[in-house]
């Protein structure tokens, strides 16, 4: 199992950027799956980008941050990321980041959408959007 570790939270104010970094060892990152999660106190968890085993593959994106997040990956580096730009108040939650080995999830909407728990995830960064 990969063990991650997630960096570049903060604060920052509504409309302001932050790139948050996801950092991968204990395993190749070529084979597994990788998403973005947030959960924000009383409140479930969403899967807010989930990327195929590639950085050229597919990408899925909920509909709350398409066209704001970008999730990107540098296997070489064994590093993933997520760009958020023109953040949002509803943005602010713990963002982390999680792995699933490629044959044990299908599609990348399927891991964004999971109700159970990935095979590895990291203990999240804070991100607080607010003026």
């Known amino acids: 199992q990969l063990q991650l570790v997630e960096s570049g939270g903060g604060l920052v104010q509504p409309g302001g950027s932050l790139r948050l970094s996801c950092a991968a060892s204990?395993?190749?990152?070529?084979?597994?799956?990788i998403g973005w999660f947030r959960q924000a106190p009383g409140k479930e968890r969403e899967g807010i980008s989930c990327m195929s085993t590639s950085a050229d593959g597919p990408t899925y994106y909920a509909d709350s941050v398409k066209g704001r997040f970008t999730m990107s990956r540098d296997n070489a580096k064994s590093v993933v990321y997520l760009q958020m730009n023109d953040l949002k108040p509803e943005d602010t939650a713990n963002y982390y980041c999680?792995?699933?080995?490629?044959?044990?999830?299908?599609?990348?909407?399927?891991?964004?959408?999971?109700?159970?728990?990935?095979?590895?995830r990291g203990q999240g960064t804070q991100v607080t959007v607010s003026s």
């Open positions: 999680a792995s699933m080995y490629w044959l044990d999830i299908t599609t990348v909407h399927a891991m964004c959408i999971m109700t159970g728990e990935p095979d590895s």
């Open positions: 204990g395993g190749d990152l070529d084979y597994y799956v």
